[in-house]
């Protein structure tokens, strides 16, 4: 197996934009070290995950139309049109709308996963429940499909129960379970020559309000992210 560089620090989504969709699957990516068994080589990554993000929408800036601060100098030319990182979002539905199973979101750069903990482990566990392996298994068929080459993060994610060390250590844990099962599928599908980053995050980078339980359990996730080859 390869082991590559880490790839270029993740961008900032604001966490309001996560609040578009209907019920889904939490993905968080966790460190983990070492080797799976299918020896695909696994590495710390120091990035901020993609999904980090203030959390809490701040209100819009109040903007007076008729500013002259806002006309251009005579002379000057708008700059040409640009499409900005469009991010399409798809939750697999649940029991319950405000606490999604499973979510993809997918943007013009990065396609990510994000797995509720409590689909994948007991409470306080990280040991994997029976019916998270197919999950995974379908994450690693998906990857496999698209001919992914770039490293693969999977990031793992607490609430803020707990002390902080704790949840380090748990989201660790939790990460690279998922990293193992994930490189392993990919190895028996002839696609293990893939670079892992994987880390716990812990309670940092919060998507959802800590003060309820709703958010919380948003918060406890695992997310699988990659890049996909351009079209």
Do not use: C, W
Not at 122 to 151: F, G, M, Y
Request: net charge neutral.
């Amino acid at each position: 197996m390869k082991r590559n560089a880490p790839p270029p620090g993740a961008a900032t989504r604001a966490g309001g934009h996560r609040a578009a969709m209907s019920a889904g699957v939490v993905i968080v990516l966790v460190l983990a070290a070492g080797t799976a068994a299918g020896g695909t080589a696994a590495v710390a990554d120091t990035n901020p995950p993609p999904t980090a993000g203030d959390s809490t929408p701040t209100a819009p800036v109040r903007i007076d139309p008729t500013s002259p601060g806002l006309r251009l100098p005579e002379g000057s030319t708008l700059a040409p049109a640009k499409v900005l990182d469009i991010v399409s979002v798809t939750d697999e539905s649940s029991t319950k709308a405000s606490q999604p199973e499973q979510r993809q979101e997918t943007s013009n750069s990065t396609v990510t996963y994000a797995l509720q903990s409590e689909v994948l482990f007991k409470k306080d566990s990280a040991v994997l429940s029976p019916t998270a392996t197919s999950r995974i298994q379908a994450i690693a068929d998906d990857i496999t499909a698209r001919h992914v080459t770039s490293p693969i993060r999977v990031f793992g994610f607490t609430d803020n129960l707990g002390s902080s060390e704790h949840g380090m250590v748990l989201s660790k844990q939790r990460a690279d379970a998922v990293y193992k099962v994930l490189a392993t599928e990919m190895g028996n599908a002839g696609d293990s020559s893939h670079t892992f980053q994987v880390r716990g995050y812990g309670e940092d980078y919060p998507i959802a309000d800590n003060s309820s339980e709703t958010g919380r359990g948003q918060n406890r996730r695992v997310e699988i992210t990659f890049t996909p080859p351009a079209a």
